[in-house]
């Protein structure tokens, strides 16, 4: 692009009551650079002005200094221009008053030993402004050259099949994929099912086979049953998806990554690059590296993953008081459905009839009031709805007691309770259940602190243990991404093996771009409630086969048309960025050299961050254009003043770190002007390069300040704050050897609402780089 | 009555409700490639979740969600936002509906830097619907710190207009303009998605639970007001009699909901509120004794159960099985004293505590405000989708209780309802 540059600076807003506007323009001026300034610069004529000089002299790459970019930015938009919006408002004169920074006498200017904080604090801002405009371009989209618009769906339950329809009905090709010979899943295979809309009174027919036959009736949704995926290769747009049946063993099988044991030797130590790929060959023999695509796998645009779950097993000891495992006639809810689904509700000893049945809730002795693992509020519902079988299959004498801890019934499900408690054979109480034994041909189920009294006995014929709903996620990857990560989720582990969310916010954001996990294998759910989930999954994916067809990202950075440039020629194959990389966009070869995938990407720049070598950036955010800013910041040393002001760097998160300073600025509290920020789109994409060009500099200090990491993480990109930390820790080291403290590198947490935090935060780190003195490498 | 007539628009979508998931609605469909309008009554987006401190299980602020959405709508340019906009009337059928939209004057226009030069001159004072009415703000007001648009507003209810003026004279920017009108906007939309949420259940109907008798007793969303460092104590939990450091909180769950004579259905939300309550007082209060009233426990799921089990691992928090049947207060301490009937061992409790939290139920706003348009309603007044007839759908609270992470799964589905509607005609 031929730049013509123009630097716009509005006075108004208390900017020219604060600042020496003319000292300002001397800025751009002195690199030849034209500058206009307006006293309200986002009004029509302040506009008109601008929008002028790109008409008749083709500005096309301005720095406009004033409010920050966070409002109006609707105003200060300039087709086919480059903008950068320099704060001097919220970061500069609202957060440093005069009245805290006086301005110079006539005899202190040149004295050597006054300076004006302020003025210098706006000075460096427009000469950061100026300096990034030079290094950042347009973006270009990165088009696909084919894409596919077929969507697929994991998993032929009542969750697929309705995310099938839903996208068919929005004209979308589909295909579902489900491994049993039908469909149906488990809503098949129930007798009757919790009801889907109000009143949510009544049980009611299974919904399932009226889906079915809805799906079958749309030519755009092909159906394979028998069939599993074996190996999702490619990226959103441009899936290479190889399919086989269940239990087959294919060259196309997806390949796993080494456990961390097979990457070390006998002794312990790490095993170099060669051998590594020899016992991962090894490890995946007779399977296809992920880089070879399958000539005769089916093209596919997006994923959404319902597969589901089964019933939780209960194994081991830990229910051998309720008797499961010695017991016959102690079943899971799964057990006693499938009876229930088959005829009438008989003993499985002797298959007598089981008039009295006690449904238990919660395992748990004495304090633990947990019910078991996997269940959510299913497991109330379910025991409701399988207390009354009990009574529809003995109507006169039938008994069904549900012992619980907590009826778990929440939203208008609560209706669905209240209508099944009028039921006269049901009974429920609140109660620990101590044990269940046998007793003659029965049970006896004993239990503790109920609402009838202090312990109760009650006969029963059968037993029936609400266990949970296992997401298919905790057996198997399920959708074997060939991703040089692995071929599943990173971090279900966060969600006991769900392939969930993080996010309250943003529900179906998940690690993967472009597969979208609905239904029961992400959290134990009715059919109502998987059905409304099927539909979201399946507008998810309709807006990632979208976006991919704009060139654009998808959530969080929506719209964003840049994608990361590699210069491999300079490589060295060191893999951090294929590793650290939080959606496993990248795919590294044999040699190590990593294969974009751009349409997987999420823009973050945590591979910018983590490349040693710094061959990675992006049209409008790279290592020069942040360099470059860190570099134009004037380091007074005492050539110019006898105490020269301090310089710390801020390299401040842009999602929740920069929205509190200008809140903090807003509220008019103050913090050092000494400070400078540069805003970045994840702490995960700094580049320690920065850090070592702003020491070199002769700058004090540098922190880091973005969101809080943890199993709670708030990082929209996952893991941002905390590749930042790592590589912080690190940095200490390298400070050590140049003779620096390490207190001068530093990260701090802040989420987005704690702007009362912001000042105690900086001067904090001021005083401890005060207390540690100026960079000795000042003014070299 | 300036009357605007826009353009008839095919194949876009209307949202009503900015809160979270009409915004969600919104920006999901925008992003697949739709026009959308969102159309909000309040002048500011973001609805009840606004007004939370923090959202439970990971007690993270909702201004981090709601910041990325609102740089999502600033980047898209298919959305078009309208604060203080209410639909008035909506006639038509799927694919094709005319939309009346009533756009109250916020008499404050885009020249607004928020400088607050305006709201210090300001004569006149009004109670703050924001904090329920705990503290009162002027006639021309910022909604909150975070609140987007980023505008002053004004409260024409109230304000003396131009009979005052002095905020103009004192308005740099001539950002105010004290005869602006009610403008009427008619729109042409293909399918429309009823955002409306909730309103907490008012509490003054629950008589034996004290609420508006005795000044100790609050509601579990004013405590998120007191607790938000936005708010009117600047994020002190004090009580409203004599703004003590309470030592001692009770919290009365299901006030008003799974009850016959209020709200028959479960709210959802209030038990996983309560304990992210506790977390607050513990937060500010390490000995603070906390005792919660309740009848079931409602945490479903591995995440709230993980949350709820680290709240029992506090010594100091009391989980009692039993409905609050009535309450007393101390006249000379103002303590409250609830009593129950502890359900597992029958003796009559009596519980005396500083402050008393009332875990009020959500209403539905549709309830108690007739929407403009052909809708089904249940008995309590949630909106009833018919997926089959289409057009018009209902997402978040205005369907059914829940907490944010339904919500926003519910209304990305209804994003895509929507976009079947018009890709149907």
New interface residues.
């Given amino acids: 692009m031929d730049k013509k540059y123009g630097v716009y600076i509005c006075t108004g807003c208390g900017i020219g009551d604060a600042l020496d506007i003319e000292g300002l323009c001397g800025v751009p001026k002195e690199e030849g650079l034209g500058v206009k300034t307006h006293p309200f610069l986002c009004g029509k004529e302040g506009v008109e002005l601008i929008k002028k000089d790109i008409a008749d002299e083709g500005i096309n790459t301005l720095v406009i200094a004033g409010c920050s970019r966070r409002v109006n930015f609707d105003v200060f938009d300039f087709e086919g221009c480059i903008v950068d919006r320099v704060n001097l408002r919220e970061q500069v004169v609202w957060s440093h008053p005069r009245s805290k920074y006086p301005a110079l006498t006539e005899e202190q200017k040149d004295d050597g030993e006054h300076f004006d904080s302020l003025q210098m604090l706006a000075e460096d801002y427009i000469k950061m402004g100026m300096a990034k405009v030079k290094k950042i371009d347009l973006p270009e989209p990165s088009i696909l050259e084919t894409i596919s618009k077929k969507i697929l769906v994991i998993g032929g339950g009542i969750t697929g099949i309705t995310a099938a329809i839903d996208a068919a009905k929005a004209g979308y090709d589909v295909a579902i994929v489900e491994k049993e010979a039908s469909l149906g899943g488990y809503a098949a295979k129930l007798r009757s099912q919790l009801p889907v809309e109000g009143p949510f009174e009544d049980l009611i027919p299974t919904v399932i086979e009226a889906k079915i036959k809805e799906a079958e009736s749309y030519p755009s949704i092909e159906i394979k049953t028998d069939t599993i995926v074996a190996r999702i290769a490619g990226q959103p747009g441009e899936f290479t998806v190889t399919l086989k049946k269940p239990g087959e063993k294919t060259e196309f099988d997806v390949p796993f990554p080494l456990p961390d044991e097979m990457k070390v030797d006998e002794k312990g130590k790490e095993l170099d690059v060669d051998q590594l790929a020899e016992v991962y060959k090894e490890f995946n023999k007779g399977k296809n590296d992920i880089l070879t695509l399958d000539p005769n796998g089916e093209k596919f645009g997006a994923v959404v993953l319902a597969a589901g779950w089964r019933g939780d097993k209960l194994e081991g000891n830990a229910f051998a008081h309720l008797g499961f495992g010695k017991l016959p006639d102690v079943v899971t809810n799964c057990q006693f459905e499938e009876m229930a689904s088959k005829g009438r509700i008989t003993r499985p000893s002797d298959g007598s009839e089981a008039k009295s049945v006690v449904f238990i809730q919660s395992p748990g002795k004495g304090d633990d009031d947990s019910d078991f693992d996997y269940t959510g509020s299913i497991t109330s519902l379910v025991s409701l709805k399988q207390a009354k079988y009990v009574r529809e299959d003995y109507p006169d004498d039938g008994k069904a007691y549900i012992f619980y801890q907590h009826m778990r019934t929440p939203g208008l499900q609560e209706n669905f309770y209240k209508s099944i408690q009028q039921d006269v054979g049901i009974f429920l109480t609140k109660g620990s259940v101590v044990s269940v034994s046998k007793n003659g041909d029965g049970l006896i189920v004993e239990a503790d602190d109920t609402l009838l009294g202090e312990k109760i006995q009650v006969k029963a014929d059968m037993v029936v243990l609400a266990s949970g709903m296992v997401p298919a996620t905790a057996d198997d990857p399920v959708v074997n991404l060939a991703y040089r990560q692995g071929p599943g989720f990173r971090d279900n582990a966060l969600f006991n093996d769900y392939a969930d969310s993080n996010f309250i916010c943003f529900p179906y954001e998940t690690q993967r771009t472009g597969v979208y996990a609905a239904g029961c294998i992400r959290r134990s759910m009715t059919i109502e409630e998987s059905m409304e989930d099927a539909t979201g999954a399946a507008l998810k994916a309709i807006q990632c086969l979208e976006s991919v067809d704009r060139g654009v990202s998808v959530h969080p950075r929506s719209g964003d048309m840049t994608f990361p440039d590699f210069f491999f020629q300079r490589c060295t194959q060191c893999k951090r960025c294929t590793e650290e990389c939080p959606f496993g966009a990248l795919d590294d070869d044999e040699k190590g050299t990593p294969k974009p995938n751009p349409t997987r990407c999420r823009r973050c720049g945590t591979c910018m961050g983590a490349c040693p070598e710094r061959i990675i950036g992006f049209a409008d955010y790279n290592i020069d254009s942040i360099g470059s800013m860190v570099k134009a910041v004037g380091i007074p040393s005492e050539d110019d003043y006898s105490e020269p002001p301090l310089r710390i760097l801020g390299l401040v998160c842009e999602n929740d770190a920069y929205p509190a300073l200008d809140i903090a600025g807003m509220n008019r509290l103050t913090y050092s002007a000494d400070v400078r920020f540069i805003p970045v789109r994840c702490l995960g994409s700094v580049n320690v390069i920065w850090i070592k060009d702003a020491l070199s500099q002769g700058m004090d200090g540098i922190f880091l300040l973005g969101c809080k990491h943890g199993d709670d993480y708030q990082c929209h990109f996952v893991k941002g704050s905390e590749l930042a930390n790592i590589r912080m820790k690190k940095i200490g080291d390298a400070l050590a050897s140049l003779a620096l403290e390490e207190e001068r590198v530093a990260q701090f947490d802040i989420a987005i609402d704690e702007y009362d935090k912001i000042p105690g935060i900086i001067d904090s780190f001021v005083e401890v780089i005060e207390g540690v003195g100026p960079n000795p490498f000042k003014g070299f | 009555m300036a009357e605007d007539k826009a353009a008839p628009v095919s194949k876009s979508i209307m949202v009503v409700g900015g809160g979270?998931s009409g915004l969600?609605t919104c920006?999901?469909a925008a992003?697949?490639?739709y026009e959308v309008f969102l159309v909000e009554k309040n002048p500011y987006l973001g609805g009840r979740v606004a007004q939370l401190n923090q959202?439970f299980?990971?007690?993270?602020?909702?201004?981090?969600?709601?910041?990325?959405?609102f740089r999502?709508i600033?980047?898209?340019p298919k959305i078009t936002v309208l604060t203080l906009g209410e639909v008035e009337k909506v006639d038509g059928s799927p694919g094709n509906y005319d939309v009346t939209i009533k756009l109250n004057p916020r008499y404050v226009n885009?020249?607004c830097?928020?400088?607050g030069d305006c709201t210090d001159v300001c004569p006149v004072e009004r109670n703050n619907a924001f904090n329920f009415d705990m503290d009162k703000t002027k006639a021309i007001y910022k909604p909150f710190?975070?609140s987007f648009p980023?505008r002053f507003v004004i409260d024409s209810s109230v304000c003396k207009g131009s009979d005052c003026g002095k905020c103009v004279e004192a308005c740099?920017?001539n950002a105010i303009d004290l005869n602006a009108d009610v403008k009427t906007l008619n729109l042409n939309v293909g399918a429309i998605v009823w955002a409306t949420g909730w309103e907490p259940y008012d509490a003054a109907k629950i008589d034996n639970l004290g609420f508006g008798k005795y000044d100790n007793i609050i509601t579990n969303m004013m405590l998120e007001r007191l607790a938000s460092?936005?708010g009117p104590t600047k994020g002190q939990i004090l009580r409203p009699s004599d703004s003590k450091q309470p030592e001692s909180v009770v919290f009365v769950q299901c006030a008003g909901s799974?009850d016959e004579n209020h709200l028959?259905?479960?709210?959802?939300v209030c038990c996983m509120a309560s304990l992210k309550h506790v977390t607050y007082i513990r937060e500010r209060y390490p000995d603070a004794k906390i005792y919660i009233f309740y009848i079931?426990?409602?945490?479903?799921?591995?995440?709230y159960?993980k949350f709820y089990?680290k709240i029992k691992e506090d010594k100091n928090v009391f989980f009692i099985?039993g409905k609050v049947a009535e309450v007393n207060e101390n006249p000379d301490s103002k303590n409250i004293t609830v009593i129950a009937e502890n359900?597992?061992t029958g003796e009559k409790i009596k519980q005396e505590a500083e402050m008393v939290v009332l875990a009020t139920g959500m209403q539905p706003t549709a309830k108690n405000i007739k929407l403009p348009a052909d809708l089904k309603y249940?008995?309590e007044g949630?909106i009833?989708n018919d997926f089959e007839k289409g057009g018009m759908f209902a997402t978040g609270c205005a369907n059914?209780?829940?907490d944010?992470?339904?919500s926003?799964?519910?209304?990305?589905?209804?994003?895509?309802?929507a976009?079947?509607t018009l890709?149907?005609r």
């Avoid at chain 2, 299980?57 to 959405?69: A, H, Q, T, V």
């Avoid at chain 2, 028959?264 to 959802?268: A, F, H, R």
């Fill in positions: 979270i969600t920006l999901e992003e697949v490639g959202y299980p990971k007690l993270c602020p909702p201004s981090c969600g709601l910041e990325i959405n999502r600033k980047d898209n885009e020249n830097t928020v400088c710190e975070m980023m740099k920017y460092p936005n799974r028959t259905y479960c709210s959802y079931d426990i409602r945490t479903p799921g591995y995440r159960e089990k099985k359900a597992v249940n008995e949630f009833i059914k209780p829940a944010v992470v339904s926003n799964q519910n209304a990305t589905g209804m994003a895509l309802k976009i079947q890709v149907r």
